[in-house]
């Protein structure tokens, strides 16, 4: 007798994860792979209209969810990279200035919650704290200042996740990051932009969840 309520009770713990992953799939750590379109817009400075730098976004991404009935929770943080670059100038008034932007790494942590509408697809919206590189190069004929500045931001995005499988998946999703003004100092070369940069994306990632 005590064989028989030693195996049922090995065979239930056995099959416990099995009915979780059953009822919860889209529970449990995850890695995926991103790429998508990815545009940077800066705001006026004094006035003038600057270009906006298009390029290519491509990164991977980390996230853990917890799906408690008809709501998934979960943490995530990505690490992108982008090829975006743009030329023109600026006028501030005193002179014109030949500028060259390129967007550089990106960081990215934050919450999201997620609504299942069936068994394999959830939509879901997300939210936290963002950094970015830009790497600036200005020449205003008689000085060049180039430069790598780190600025921080927030970023707001939604999306739609699809279960190919009992551990694959895909998603689709756009984002909008904000960042904080882009302001120069140099001893030799200084120049206040008061640029905010508006970021759009919209990319698709394929992961694996374990």
Do not use: C, W
């Not at 009770?9 to 991103?34: I, K, M, N, W, Y």
């Not at 209209?49 to 996230?63: H, K, N």
Request: proline content about 3%; overall charge negative; aromatic content about 10%.
């Amino acid at each position: 007798m005590r064989k028989i309520i030693l195996a049922a009770a090995l065979a239930g713990a056995a099959s416990t994860p099995a009915f979780a992953q059953a009822d919860a799939p889209f529970t449990g750590l995850r890695v995926e792979g991103l790429a998508g379109y990815d545009n940077v817009r800066p705001g006026d400075a004094d006035g003038e209209d600057v270009e906006g730098i298009d390029g290519f976004q491509y990164g991977l991404a980390v996230g853990y969810d917890v799906q408690l009935g008809g709501v998934v929770v979960g943490a995530e943080g990505e690490i992108s990279d982008s090829t975006g670059n743009s030329e023109g100038t600026l006028d501030f008034g005193d002179g014109v200035v030949d500028s060259r932007l390129e967007t550089g790494r990106d960081l990215y942590a934050g919450l999201r919650v997620g609504f299942p509408v069936t068994p394999t697809t959830m939509i879901y919206a997300k939210g936290g704290y963002t950094n970015t590189r830009i790497e600036s190069r200005f020449d205003n004929g008689t000085d060049v200042f180039e430069d790598r500045l780190n600025v921080d931001g927030f970023r707001l995005g939604a999306g739609a996740e699809f279960l190919f499988g009992p551990n694959a998946y895909g998603k689709l999703e756009y984002r909008y990051s904000n960042y904080s003004s882009l302001n120069y100092e140099d001893d030799d070369f200084n120049l206040e932009t008061g640029i905010d940069l508006d970021r759009h994306q919209v990319v698709a990632g394929v992961g694996v969840r374990f």
